[in-house]
């Protein structure tokens, strides 16, 4: 089982990044999957879940109505769209895929991880 994480890179507050996961190994459909982030020194933290279908999304109350979680079953993949970022956005994000088909904001609640991806906004 593999989680790839793509998309990072370097934007300039105020810009835009589309991170994707793609999973293989086996099918993730039935279940939710999610993205958190990290900086150096801090726990991991919940950014955004989506749930199997698609039909509910969660956010962090500090990235709501700026990003956007979606997914692709057919392709097997989640995505974040991240708009209007801010220097405080930095950091290491990370795909999950949640146990069961609703997302949760604990990481207890998902059982494989990608690698990470790194995003740095500047100010």
């Known amino acids: 089982v593999q989680l790839q994480a793509s998309g990072g890179g370097l934007v300039q507050a105020g810009g835009s990044l589309r991170l994707s996961c793609a999973a293989s190994g086996r099918t993730f459909s039935s279940y939710a999957m999610g993205w958190f982030r990290q900086t150096p020194g801090k726990e991991r933290e919940f950014v955004a879940g989506i749930s199997r279908s698609a039909v509910s999304t969660h956010y962090a109350e500090s990235v709501k109505g700026r990003f956007t979680i979606s997914r692709d079953n057919a392709k097997n993949t989640v995505y974040l769209q991240m708009n209007s970022l801010k220097p405080e956005d930095t950091a290491v994000y990370y795909c999950?895929?949640?146990?069961?088909?609703?997302?949760?904001?604990?990481?207890?609640?998902?059982?494989?991880w990608g690698q990470g991806t790194l995003v740095t906004v500047s100010s």
């Open positions: 999950a895929v949640g146990r069961s088909a609703v997302p949760t904001t604990d990481e207890s609640g998902y059982n494989y």
